[in-house]
């Protein structure tokens, strides 16, 4: 795991080190960005509704949210991406094999992950605000990352009446004056360490 140059592709800011050697240094998140826009299948999406973008990679464990197939979620346009054993198939819900993330997290007002680190890097990119489910210890050092950020919360322990309240709260919570602010000072952080190596994303 060493070599003469180590570049580690996160942010200080949310992974800080101590008293790296030399031979480390932060080169920022790597992100794919499609410009291709994915707008055929949204024109699906009701805009009276908030949405709410489910990615649980390919570690994540889907069985534990098909509680959102019932039909309170309804008041939610719910997309979701991977869901290879077609789990989630309520009417409201969205499923495809694959997104453009860019294009789908610029209309959500909450994603639920695995806490996966590409991912976060994208909803964090985004401005929206995460619940996680995580599958092993590495997500869940990127989940406490996020909840010290404002930017999180892990979901492990949520009965379901906790995630109805946290989904509820949180897909409006986007739409605070509050969180505005919050993720406007945010990009302007990491756009600002950016500029002093490269551009961030």
């Known amino acids: 795991m060493q070599g003469d140059e180590n570049l580690i592709c996160d942010l200080p800011e949310l992974f800080p080190q101590k008293n790296l050697p030399a031979n480390y240094k932060f080169v920022e998140p790597l992100i794919y960005h499609d410009p291709a826009p994915d707008n055929t299948w949204l024109a699906r999406i009701d805009p009276a509704k908030p949405v709410i973008f489910v990615c649980m990679g390919s570690t994540g464990d889907w069985e534990k949210l098909k509680f959102l ?8 346009n719910i997309i979701s991406a991977g869901d290879r054993s077609t789990v989630l198939t309520a009417t409201h819900i969205i499923s495809r094999p694959f997104v ?4 789908v997290l610029a209309i959500s007002s909450l994603m639920i992950c695995h806490g996966g680190n590409g991912t976060i890097y994208h909803g964090l990119l985004a401005g929206v605000p995460m619940l996680c489910l995580t599958s092993h210890f590495e ?3 990127n989940v406490k990352a996020l909840e010290k950020l404002g930017y999180g919360i892990s979901a492990d322990d949520f009965s379901e009446e906790q995630w109805w309240e946290h989904i509820r709260m949180t897909a409006l919570r986007k739409m605070t004056p509050y969180f505005k602010q919050k993720s406007a000072e945010n990009a302007t952080e990491l756009t600002e360490h950016a500029a002093r ?3 961030l994303f």
């Open 69 to 76: 197939n019932d039909a309170q979620y309804s008041a939610f």
């Open 139 to 141: 997500q869940e050092w």
């Open 100 to 103: 453009n993330l860019s294009s």
């Open 197 to 199: 190596s490269r551009p």
